[in-house]
């Protein structure tokens, strides 16, 4: 199923051209316009699902091997030291697009990116709270 308004469900179904390195039943690959690196890839579901909670089980469980697909691909024919998978949820997250997607991101030495947070010192009390909150 798509969404009219979508851009993300029109590149995935073809509607709107892209530069697709790699396509199946369910998904469409393609390069980002705004890439952080040489190769930075957006793996697209073929159905609209606003975000990983609305994303359907099956599909959620054939993204990571496109991704290790996409990543040889990328090591292949560009070599690069590393890689980040990336995967934004809600605009406080940093999604800008409303049509789950999922970075491929290969990293080279000296590359100048950062994905990565600033890490905090909280209590073990805190950390305990927290663990309590979610278990509970
Ligand atoms: P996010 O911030 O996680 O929602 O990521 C959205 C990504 O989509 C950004 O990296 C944009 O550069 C990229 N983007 C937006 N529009 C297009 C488009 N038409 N084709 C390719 N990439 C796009
Ligand atoms: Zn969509």
Redesign the pocket.
């Known amino acids: 199923m798509t969404q009219d308004n979508c ?2 469900c029109k ?1 995935a179904n073809g509607e ?1 051209p ?2 697709t390195v790699y396509e199946d039943e369910d998904f469409r690959a ?7 690196t040489q190769g ?1 890839t ?1 793996i697209l579901p073929k159905a609209h699902a606003a975000n990983l909670l609305e994303l359907p089980e099956d599909t959620a469980a054939k993204v990571l091997p496109v991704a290790q697909k996409i990543a040889a691909q990328l090591q292949e024919k560009l070599g690069w030291d590393g890689l980040n998978l ?3 949820n809600g605009e406080t ?6 049509h789950f ?1 999922l ?1 491929v991101i290969p990293r080279y030495q000296g590359d100048g990116q950062k994905i990565l947070w600033n890490p905090t010192q909280p209590e073990a009390e805190e950390l305990d709270r927290v663990y309590a909150k979610i278990r509970g």
């Open positions: 851009i993300f590149i709107i892209s530069r393609i390069l980002d316009l705004g890439p952080a930075h957006l990336v995967q934004n997250a940093g999604q800008t697009v409303m997607h970075h």
